[in-house]
């Protein structure tokens, strides 16, 4: 086994061991499962898939799952470079509290964000009783998924973009102002071009995780179809109707969305770090 | 008497204050409104009916079980996730083999697969109608809506937790520390324990922590592969959502605060590590 698979020898022990464990694990976790699924796609056949897909109701859900991923996700992108900004290069009252609460929508199950979201923005909550004389409704309508997923992927841009403006040298900022930039202009010109793929790929972490996003939507959602039903909800709806090869069909329409959405950020991702690299 | 003090230095590398507490101040509001808002609100909801609400909501049978079913799965997927990550990340570091890069990007795939899909893959797999799955029925070892399914499931969306944290230390350190303890006559598993382990004890007891925060908090995956049978196979996560449905409000957000409350002790341990053990910490971890 050690020879047939390893490209150079190595003196340490263990490889067909951990190698192995390994291989098991990945196979019966994760192989398996997505052969079931991509299986059960080839069984059914693509005229029949595309069949199944193409209904209004879901192409509403996979629409709504796509285009909520993607409004949550710019709005974090925004707001996500600020707090990393703020806590990275201010000092302030609080800034380790608040440097720990960005990783609390990865601690707290979506659940208990989905009712508490819920909670605040129904119409007789907090935020929703707030809202309420501007005309604004949040909770059961596509704004309350919005809402629910700016929490859900606020996380994935703050820790990716913090690490890269740690190390960011001050030379660079420093010798574009004594060439006589102002500071906005050394933002813009300087820094900002310097953080475009940590911000791409903070991006890219968070629209990928929000459109297959389920607990922390459903609650707020309202799920009324064809208007506020996400994607992942008529998997468990058709679930529940034992109805397996329409939630397999839509279960493969995510996937290709969700990898077709991978290859495109990684080639902008590819693209900027080269266009950086240039210059 | 000199105009050159009256002039202040003006800062070149930072925003000038206004700006700079602007920018705090609309931070600290987002947070504020964002992060803060809601976990508050599951402890003023659990809290709607005083403490008595809160210990008649433990007291119900249906959330005993679901907490000993959520720490119960917990205990076993995090240990096991544990044995993987240590096992993907020594032969990935120590050894050079073909496709490593490939095997990289599977173990991370888990991440980009929607819970609910994943929960939609285990059934197809092992469900009642699958080949497999009619065969595991009829000797008696079912696989869906039972305890083994929600395991598979927790497994799935944990997959990269512990593996992901470790890889990046074991790179970092290289393999001469290894080298020279086996030269000195130690076995393979001592030089493990006494070399390898302790140079990555941090890295792993946070990717433990990560692992442990969403296995008990998986909701997506395990709602769909669990049935959700009270007392049987609801766990702490899709327990609350039967209780909200059926209108406990109380029994429902008190669960929830629970969660919540281990939820905040795992990003305090957390930030400790992050501030006690940073340098034994992948580089991307260390703020």
Redesign the interface.
């Known amino acids: 086994m050690r020879a047939g698979?390893?490209?150079?020898p190595?003196?340490?022990?263990?490889?067909g061991?951990?190698?192995g464990?390994?291989m098991t694990?990945?196979s019966?976790?994760?192989?398996?499962?997505?052969?079931?699924?991509l299986g059960?796609g080839l069984m059914i056949g693509p005229a029949d898939l595309w069949d199944m897909v193409n209904s209004r109701r879901i192409w509403s859900a996979l629409t709504l799952s796509f285009r909520a991923a993607l409004i949550a996700s710019l709005f974090n992108l925004v707001?996500g470079l600020?707090?990393a900004?703020?806590?990275?290069?201010?000092r302030?009252w609080g800034r380790?509290f608040?440097?720990?609460?960005?990783?609390?929508?990865?601690?707290?199950?979506?659940?208990?964000?989905g009712?508490?979201?819920t909670?605040?923005y129904a119409p007789n909550?907090?935020?929703g009783q707030a809202l309420a004389p501007f005309g604004l409704q949040v909770a059961y309508t596509e704004v309350g998924i919005w809402?629910a997923l700016?929490?859900i992927g606020?996380p994935f841009v703050v820790?990716t973009v913090?690490?890269v403006i740690?190390e960011l040298e001050?030379d660079l900022?420093?010798v574009s102002?004594?060439l006589g930039a102002r500071?906005t202009h050394t933002l813009r010109r300087v820094i900002l071009p310097t953080l475009t793929p940590a911000l791409l790929t903070g991006f890219a972490?968070a629209l990928?995780?929000s459109?297959?996003?389920?607990?922390s939507v459903i609650?707020i959602a309202g799920n009324i179809p064809n208007l506020t039903e996400i994607a992942?909800?008529l998997?468990?709806i058709r679930?529940e109707e034992?109805n397996?090869d329409a939630?397999?069909a839509i279960?493969i329409a995510?996937?290709v969305v969700?990898?077709a959405m991978?290859l495109a950020i990684n080639a902008i991702q590819v693209w900027s770090r080269r266009r950086i690299g240039n210059v | 008497m000199s105009d050159i003090a009256l002039t202040r230095p003006v800062p070149v590398t930072t925003e000038p204050p206004l700006a700079r507490y602007l920018l705090i101040g609309l931070a600290a509001v987002f947070v504020a409104l964002f992060l803060f808002a809601p976990l508050v609100t599951v402890f003023v909801e659990a809290l709607r009916q005083g403490w008595v609400g809160v210990i008649d909501a433990l007291r119900l049978p249906d959330a005993q079980a679901a907490i000993r079913m959520t720490l119960t799965i917990a205990a076993i997927a995090v240990p096991l996730n544990a044995t993987f990550g240590i096992a993907a990340a020594w032969a990935i570091t120590k050894f050079d083999f073909r496709g490593k890069a490939f095997l990289i990007t599977l173990i991370d795939l888990p991440f980009s697969v929607s819970p609910v899909v994943a929960g939609l893959m285990l059934v197809l797999l092992f469900g009642a109608n699958s080949t497999l799955g009619g065969w595991l029925i009829a000797n008696d070892m079912p696989i869906v809506f039972a305890f083994p399914g929600i395991l598979l499931a927790t497994l799935f969306v944990t997959f990269p937790f512990v593996a992901r944290e470790i890889i990046p230390v074991m790179i970092e350190q290289g393999r001469t520390e290894e080298e020279a303890a086996l030269t000195l006559g130690a076995s393979g598993w001592r030089t493990f324990f006494t070399v390898t382990l302790p140079n990555i004890r941090w890295a792993l007891l946070y990717g433990v922590l990560l692992c442990n925060a969403r296995a008990m908090g998986e909701f997506g995956a395990v709602a769909v592969v669990s049935g959700k049978i009270r007392g049987e196979t609801a766990t702490m996560p899709t327990m609350v959502e039967m209780f909200y449905n059926e209108y406990l409000s109380v029994a429902a957000f008190t669960l929830a605060a629970v969660l919540a409350m281990l939820a905040l002790l795992t990003l305090l341990l957390k930030s400790l590590l992050e501030w006690r053990h940073a340098e034994l910490l992948a580089a991307t971890r260390r703020h």
């Not at chain 1, 698979?5 to 150079?8: G, P, V």
């Not at chain 1, 900004?85 to 201010?90: K, M, P, Q, T």
């Not at chain 1, 459109?211 to 607990?215: A, I, N, Q, T």
């Open positions: 698979i390893l490209r150079s190595s003196p340490l022990p263990g490889f061991l951990s190698f464990i390994m694990v990945l019966i976790v994760v192989l398996l499962p997505i052969g079931a699924l059960r707001f600020l707090l900004w703020v806590l990275v290069r201010y302030f380790r608040v440097d720990a609460a960005v990783d609390l929508p990865f601690a707290l199950p979506t659940a208990v964000a009712i508490a979201l909670a605040l909550g907090v935020f809402v700016v929490f606020l820790r913090q690490p740690e001050p900022e420093e102002a004594t500071r972490l990928a995780r459109v297959g996003e389920y607990g609650f992942p909800l998997i468990v679930l034992y397996y939630a397999a279960g995510m996937l969700s990898f991978l």
